[in-house]
């Protein structure tokens, strides 16, 4: 049975910095891409990073791109979410996804339950 765990949400300021983590467990993802989503409220989940996960090739949607980095380890089959420079437009439910095709903008069929961002003005 996987499972996708996120952690490291929170309340910070606009300019601040937040760390997303995503321990999963139940298999590993070797072939396959581990990708960050999110959602606003009354908006659609949206692509927001993704990882290759044996060859540690990195993706992004336009809107993070040189202000967040995702990584992995895969000893501890955990992801990461560096998040640096933070916007109110940036605000949302994160969710890890895993499953996909790598360098595929698309969602795989396993979902964490979520991390809330939350920045302010």
């Known amino acids: 049975q996987v499972q996708l765990v996120e952690s490291g949400g929170g309340l910070v300021q606009a300019g601040g910095s937040l760390r997303l983590s995503c321990a999963a467990s139940?298999?590993?993802?070797?072939?396959?891409?581990m990708h960050w989503f999110r959602q606003a409220p009354g908006k659609e989940r949206e692509f927001v990073a993704g990882?290759?996960?044996?060859?540690?090739?990195?993706y992004y949607a336009d809107s993070v791109k040189g202000r967040f980095t995702i990584s992995r380890d895969i000893a501890k089959n955990t992801m990461y979410l560096q998040m640096n420079n933070l916007k109110p437009e940036d605000t949302a439910v994160y969710y890890c996804n895993a499953g996909a095709r790598p360098g595929l903008r698309v969602s795989g069929p396993y979902w964490g339950q979520g991390t809330q961002v939350t920045v302010s003005s």
């Open positions: 139940g298999r590993t993802f070797s072939s396959y891409a």
């Open positions: 990882i290759g996960w044996s060859t540690g090739f990195t």
